[in-house]
């Protein structure tokens, strides 16, 4: 083959040319097979952003349950909300379980992002070092704390410090996701942390971590997550939306029916003692219902603390209307 030059670089004219007519076709084949297929086949599967923290347990489950009834889900682990709500705004997605915090602040921003079915409440402790002189939130002062940013961890610490009668200025705030805290916390990297389960109950069954509190009392209670997906995916695929609630809804009740199923499949996500599974159950409940109230009652505290420049309305990012008929029909 004849080499030119071009621009002072050597093109391998028909090589390139080549290699690129067979990657378009490659793309476009591949792209136009997949959209081809019905979304929730087994060739075009629904895909389900999650992380694997007790709250969203019922996730996991969604392959095997879905199989079952002929949907078939991908789930995909994001080790930060930020990072699961981004690929479902760039479509990389359907779906994605977060926290109300991060979906309220997109929200505030104008992007389309609707909640159409809660998922789990409580599931968050406030740890600081076992032998740490931290005895009150006010003591948190000049201190390095860690969050996971996009989280309800962010909310509650920053809701926490003003209940203290401390601002966000006040300590050190270290952003890191939710695995990373319990070694931060052993090696003396932060000095406390809100942490989610099991995450805070394996730096406390370990022994260098201790409960400073369950951070619940700032009015929004302990709502935590949430199911999420795009204002066009439920405008343009309702159908999608709904298998998904069905299995999710089926999911949850089973393991709210059976606790030793519950446990059973703590154990195998997290790989960790009993102690550490049964202290990270205790803190959380399952529940796919949503707290109008304590949604509201979140965006008030996010405008007041300067988080968001405007409270969304409430029906401008969630929607029930496919949930309530799916609890509906199970009754």
Known sequence: MRWVRRQGR?????????????SLLLRAGASSGTAQLPKGSAGNPIRVGSLRIVGFAPSYLLPELGRQRGVYFEVIDFPRTTE????????DIDAAFAGWNGTILLAAKGEPVVA???????GYSLLVRAESPIREVKDLRGKRVAHSIG??????????????GLEPRDVQAVHMGFPEMPIALARGDIDACFCSEPHGSIAIERGFARLLKYPYDAGFGDINGNLVVTREMLRSRPEVV????????????NLNKDQQRLFEVGKELFKQPDPVVMRALRNTRLDYRIN???????????????QIQRKPPLAAFVDTRLLNRVIGERR
Do not use: C, H
Request: avoid cysteine; charge should be positive; charged fraction near 20%.
């Open 84 to 91: 699961r709500l981004a690929a479902l705004l760039r479509g």
């Open 292 to 306: 109008a109230r304590a949604v509201e009652a979140m965006a008030e505290w996010l405008l007041r603390l300067g």
């Open 116 to 122: 159409v079915s809660g998922s789990f409440n409580g």
């Open 10 to 22: 050597p093109v391998r004219i028909m090589t390139a040319i080549v290699i690129a007519v067979v």
């Open 242 to 253: 709904e298998a998904l609630l069905r299995v999710f809804v089926e999911a949850v009740d």
């Open 151 to 164: 989280s309800n961890a962010e909310i509650m610490l920053y809701s926490q410090l003003k209940l203290a």
